[in-house]
């Protein structure tokens, strides 16, 4: 070893050391948790090291990134933007930037959400939805509404209000007390083995419920919150549109705010710009964030429909809508997620093209993996297979160590290091494995991520007796 590159092996050991000593790392246990990765650059579908080892970043780095990893077209408009002006106040002023992008929002979401309000992340795009549908019946004199309703398993993100309507997540046990009252309404999720006849007769009974309920309950309901056919962090978990539907237009029945919840789902995950394209009754409110910017930079929108902008209308300031962030609008990140948009808008045949024959890569790998599995590894099991779009995801069973699906299941956590080490980032959620990889991804790409999880679920079975796993308990 020369001394540069002692130099550097140096270098990286200190900035690991300070990461230990200085960086609080989100959603993990720092007592237990491996090294992290150390990452230098990105480009593409790939993240590299200080060594230039690649990566495959197959979950869009938390699911923000649309079109691969410092995309040229995005870089350029923000190198463009920064150079003109980085940031300027949005209340009282406006720019270019914001307004593009908020006209551009509103050609693209579903029709009637032309009312772009920017927050600066996806929880306080639920926040901000969430208290305009309280002040929307303030402002009304409706103050009796004062009941959120919400599917059960659903995430929304970790601000107050996003926990309290996400509460059966299993993420908040110590801010339990601290969350207000929401009710909460069974989710019936299919996969591509489940039994339709059943799932029917299950979501008709929820739609009962739901209606009985509503009878009773209606002037009391300020909201009703969802995410649009998937429940991302609580296992990619699908619905059907058609019974989402049905549940929308129950609420619309009565007039009650519906909050569509696209920060995972938007910007094309499902194989469609917005989820809610998929739907005929449209929300009066949806939230945007993660891949708005191209996964580029924090924004969060929660776009409304007239009939809520129409209701802070009023010549007292007290009915505006008093919420704002300091860095609200900011026009770099204006130009990033404009951008983004814009390759949508070019490249929009392309793109969902590629996503459809992502989806049906999916399928066929899947099937392959389930089969091989079956014939060469029986104690492994994957079950409840799902696909939607990019996204793809199943649980895995090994031997009787079946449903341990909290969040820091060994299972999962095993197959991410195995994952690791054959250089795809999967960041499984307890036993649920899934894919939900940049668009840039090559079919060919999946295959092997594909193969990878074959090698690596037989890894894992190997070392699954092994003392060394047993004591690993709270490995994230
Ligand atoms: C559906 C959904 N809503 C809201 C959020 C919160 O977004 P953020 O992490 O940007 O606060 C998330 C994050 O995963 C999410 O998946």
Redesign the pocket.
């Known amino acids: 070893m020369n001394n540069k590159q002692i130099d550097n092996q140096t270098e990286l050991i200190n900035l690991l050391n300070d990461d230990a000593k200085y960086c609080w790392h989100p959603f993990t246990q720092a007592q237990t948790s491996p090294i992290p990765l150390l990452i230098e650059k990105a480009k593409g579908s790939y993240i590299y090291d200080y060594a230039g080892k690649a990566y495959l970043d197959a979950i869009s780095s938390?699911?923000v990134n649309t079109h691969g990893h410092n995309h040229e077209y995005i870089i350029q408009a923000i190198q463009k933007q920064a150079n003109n002006m980085a940031h300027v106040i949005f209340s009282g002023i406006t720019h270019q930037p914001a307004i593009k992008l908020a006209k551009s929002l509103a050609h693209n979401l579903p029709q009637g959400l032309e009312h772009i309000f920017y927050t600066d992340?996806?929880?306080?795009a639920?926040e901000a939805a969430l208290k305009m549908a309280i002040q929307y019946a303030y402002n009304k004199n409706q103050e009796a509404k004062n009941i959120f309703l919400a599917f059960e398993g659903a995430?929304?993100?970790?601000t107050f209000g996003?926990m309290s309507v996400g509460k059966t997540s299993g993420f908040y046990n110590p801010f339990k007390s601290w969350l207000f009252d929401v009710n909460f309404i069974e989710y019936p999720y299919i996969n591509l083995d489940s039994d339709i006849e059943k799932l029917e007769v299950l979501e008709k009974s929820i739609l009962d419920k739901l209606q009985n309920y509503l009878i009773a309950k209606h002037n009391q309901i300020a909201a009703f919150i969802f995410?649009p056919l998937v429940q991302?962090?609580s296992g990619m978990r699908i619905c059907r549109a058609g019974f989402l539907d049905k549940v929308i237009q129950i609420f619309q029945k009565y007039n009650i705010i519906c909050i569509a919840?696209e920060?995972?789902t938007g910007f094309g995950r499902t194989g469609k710009l917005f989820a809610c394209e998929y739907l005929s009754n449209k929300p009066d409110i949806m939230?945007l964030?993660?891949g708005i910017t191209g996964g580029n930079f924090?924004l969060?929108v929660a776009a409304a429909n007239s009939k809520i902008y129409n209701a802070f209308l009023n010549n007292d300031v007290m009915q505006a809508f008093l919420h704002g962030h300091s860095y609200t609008a900011n026009p770099i990140i204006c130009a990033a997620a404009l951008a983004n948009l814009e390759l949508f808008e070019t490249n929009k045949n392309d793109i969902f093209n590629h996503i459809n024959d992502i989806s049906y890569t999916y399928k066929q790998e899947l099937d392959l993996l389930i089969a091989n599995l079956a014939k060469f590894n029986p104690d492994i099991k994957l079950i409840n297979p799902r696909i939607i779009g990019s996204i793809c995801a199943f649980e895995v069973n090994i031997n009787q160590h079946s449903l341990n699906n909290n969040y820091g299941s060994n299972i999962g956590q095993l197959i991410r290091i195995a994952m690791l080490d054959k250089q795809v980032i999967l960041r499984p959620l307890g036993n649920t494995i899934y894919l939900l990889p940049p668009y840039s991804i090559t079919l060919q790409e999946i295959k092997e991520i594909f193969a990878k999880i074959y090698e690596a679920l037989v890894d894992v079975l190997n070392n699954f007796n092994t003392a060394d796993f047993v004591n690993k308990k709270d490995l994230f």
């Open positions: 938390w699911w992340n996806g929880s306080t639920i995430y929304h993100g970790d996003a995410e991302g962090a919840d920060v995972m939230c964030s993660k924090p969060g």
